[in-house]
C-alpha cells in the first residue's frame, strides 16, 4: 500500500490519547479493540458509498 503524504496512520496509542480527551480512559489492549472495530466500521462505509455512487449512475435523473 502506498504511503500517502496526507494520510495519519491511527495508532492504538493515539486511539487511546483521544479518547482520554473525552474522558474515556482504556488501557492499550482495548484502545487497539476499539482501532480495529473503528476500522472494519470505515472499509463498510466506504463499500457501501461507493456501491451506492456506482447504482446511482444507472438512474436517469431526468
Known sequence: MKNLSYRTK???EKMRELLKTQAVDIDIELATEV???MKKL???AVSEYLKNEQNSRFIHKG
Open 10 to 12: 491511527m495508532t492504538s
Open 35 to 37: 482501532l480495529a472495530f
Open 42 to 44: 470505515a472499509k463498510i
